[in-house]
Structures are given as structure tokens and as C-alpha cells.
């Protein structure tokens, strides 16, 4: 697991990556945290079995946790953040310059938490990239 930038069309957005032993990987999966964390939420510290980016890793996937718009090393230049279709433009534009520069295998599932989930869905409402493989969430309710 290392720590990653990408040029998100001009924003620099911060991150960890874990990638696999094997090459491709089966596929990509970015994970979108929630409010008031940051993309370490998905590498649990306490034990390796709670690290998502561990986990992936090992089953042949390369993981991407992203800090989301106004976190990490965007929260200088966007102090407020970002609104959910400006984020999701945003995130975006971050996988696509991940998967020119990495393979990508089956293709990209995007999975959020919390507020990130509610990024995720708008991320996959507006796909263009070629196998979005599907979006997982977590911690959100059925309303927004």
C-alpha cells in the first residue's frame, strides 16, 4: 500500500493504492469515503483482515481509496469541498487518469460510504469510461 496523487482536470486529488502480485488485476475497485475521514478509513489499522486495501490486494485486485474533493491534498484549493456533481466530475476525471496510466482488468467497481456513496452513485450515473463494473455502498440511508 502507498500513498498516490492523480490530476483529477487540474485538481490534485490525494490517495492510498494497494495493487496485486499478479498483472493485470482482476479489476479496479475506488473506494469513496465518507464526511470527516479520509481515504485511510479504508486501510483499518487494527488488523489486516479490516483493511479493504489489504484485502483487495490479496484476492488480485488493485484498490484506489481516494481522499474526495476538499480532503487530503485538495483541501487547500477546494476549503469548502465540493457539491455532489462537481465531486462526482471530479472523481471522474481522477479514475480515468488512473486507468490511462494502470491496467484496469474486468474494468472499475466503485464503492462509497456514507456521503461517498452518495458520490458513487453520482460518479456512475455519468460513466463514459468503458466497464463500469458496478457500484457498492455503504452506511447511507434510502433517502436522500
Known sequence: MRPVT?????????G??????QDPPRAVIVALHGGGVNAGYFDGQAHPDVSL???????GYTVLALDRPGYGASAAGLPGGQRLSAQATTVR????AFTAAHASGAGTLVL???????????????????????VDVSGCGRRL
Open 6 to 14: 492523480l490530476d483529477a482536470n487540474g485538481i490534485t486529488l490525494s
Open 16 to 21: 492510498l493504492l494497494s495493487e496485486p502480485a
Open 53 to 59: 486495501l489489504t484485502l483487495g490486494a490479496g484476492l
Open 93 to 96: 476525471a481522477a479514475i480515468a
Open 112 to 134: 462509497g460510504h456514507s456521503f461517498g456513496a452518495k458520490v458513487a452513485f453520482a460518479v456512475a450515473a455519468d460513466w463514459h469510461a468503458p466497464a463500469l463494473l458496478g
